[in-house]
């Protein structure tokens, strides 16, 4: 926003007021501050914010207004945009800030009117908006710099960026202006589309994705994470030239753990949903893998990982005999089983990626048989024993 060069179009009464009042700046600085720590609670212990920095900053914004009325074209921008800045980083929340400025406003105002002759007080209700219109650019300006300030803020520390992330993925926001600022200052853009990451994490705390937003970045792609104890979880804003295939060929080589990718998102107000797509994608990918896998790609693994419970008690029912087998004799039978499935019933196939002879195959086939009481010539015997090998795949049984 560009700083004021002429003076403000007030009338002649209203100028010469302000002139009046200027020597007496320090002390309404003083009243102003007082007004605010009494009405506006986030100033009243002055835990944020000092009284005495309170004080200088309302000082100078009273000089700044008064200055301006009076005509005065250099009345300087400087100290407002510093208490902006000033106020992102103590911490002061926006509403408080905003809060004050607005009381500030009106503090000058009820000052105007209280020291006017009568005969100017007329003029003065006369020259209302102007006199406001002073105030609410000053707002604006301490506005612009607050959140400039935030914004370099959030990109430094990794803790408030984890939060504002959190208001995106936890649905926190207060509403589509406040996701749109949070998606200003953490620069994922206004426009879709996005996905949203879920990392599951090698050990409690322990990033999935190592480094990823720096590695994102190399790429133009913009993206922001946060941590906790078992998963590590970003927004990516995609664009021309960098879709979601592209993401996954990033994510593949720096993944230490298994990593779900939600759908396209065309709005950044869907980020809550893309958030349980890439847990439930996560959770589909087999315990202990590096496997990246988006939402939807194996469809059948995405519904038995969205309900775990039931998923177990298919295990239950269909390989409780199986998973009571000696460790390697149940992994000897569950790897012949999959290997076989996958290979559409074909001994032979089976046998060479097994690298044993088909005979092999099909005496293992045949216990499978015996073992779960299910005859493996029947599609739907086949359907059930292939479901329940994926149900104990994503829970890391057998």
């Not at 700044?64 to 100290?79: F, K, M, N, T």
């Not at 990823?212 to 104890?229: C, F, G, K, P, Y």
Request: proline share 5%; hydrophobic share 45%.
């Amino acid at each position: 926003m560009a700083q004021r060069t002429q003076e403000a179009d007030v009338e002649p009464e209203v100028r010469d007021l302000s002139r009046r009042l200027l020597p007496e700046v320090a002390e309404l600085g003083v009243a102003m501050a007082e007004r605010i720590r009494d009405e506006i609670p986030a100033y009243a212990d002055g835990e944020l914010v000092g009284f005495d920095d309170v004080v200088a900053s309302c000082t100078a914004n009273v000089d700044y207004i008064l200055r301006v009325l009076a005509g005065d074209p250099d009345a300087s921008l400087d100290s407002p945009r510093a208490t902006g800045m000033a106020r992102a980083e103590q911490g002061m929340p926006y509403a408080a800030v905003l809060a004050a400025f607005r009381l500030g406003g009106r503090f000058i105002w009820e000052v105007l009117v209280a020291r006017a002759e009568p005969e100017v007080r007329d003029v003065l209700l006369r020259a209302a908006a102007d006199v406001w219109a002073v105030s609410d650019d000053l707002a604006a300006y301490v506005t612009e710099s607050y959140r400039g300030a935030l914004a370099d803020k959030a990109r430094r520390d990794g803790q408030m960026r984890s939060v504002l992330v959190s208001t995106l993925l936890d649905g926190d926001d207060n509403g589509t202006s406040q996701l749109w600022e949070t998606a200003g200052i953490l620069d994922l853009g206004r426009t879709g589309p996005f996905v949203v990451v879920s990392a599951e994490c090698p050990t409690p705390g322990e990033e999935g994705l190592p480094d990823v937003e720096r590695v994102l970045r190399r790429t133009n792609a913009a993206s922001a994470w946060r941590l906790d104890h078992d998963h590590q979880e970003g927004v990516v804003a995609l664009r021309v030239g960098f879709g979601a295939d592209h993401l996954l060929a990033v994510l593949g080589p720096l993944a230490r753990a298994r990593v779900g990718v939600s759908t396209v998102l065309p709005r950044l107000e869907d980020a809550q949903e893309g958030r349980r797509q890439a847990r439930v994608a996560c959770a589909s990918a087999t315990p202990g893998s590096r496997d990246v896998l988006r939402f939807g790609e194996h469809p059948l693994a995405v519904l038995l990982a969205s309900s775990t419970d039931q998923a177990r008690m298919l295990v239950d029912a269909v390989l409780a005999p199986v998973l009571a087998l000696p460790a390697d004799d149940r992994a000897v039978m569950i790897d012949t089983a999959r290997a076989w499935l996958a290979a559409g019933g074909s001994t032979s196939a089976a046998a060479q990626q097994l690298h044993v002879h088909r005979n092999t195959v099909r005496y293992r086939v045949r216990r499978m048989e015996e073992v779960t009481g299910r005859d493996l010539a029947r599609p739907v015997d086949a359907a059930e024993l292939y479901v329940a090998l994926e149900c104990a795949r994503i829970l890391g049984l057998g």
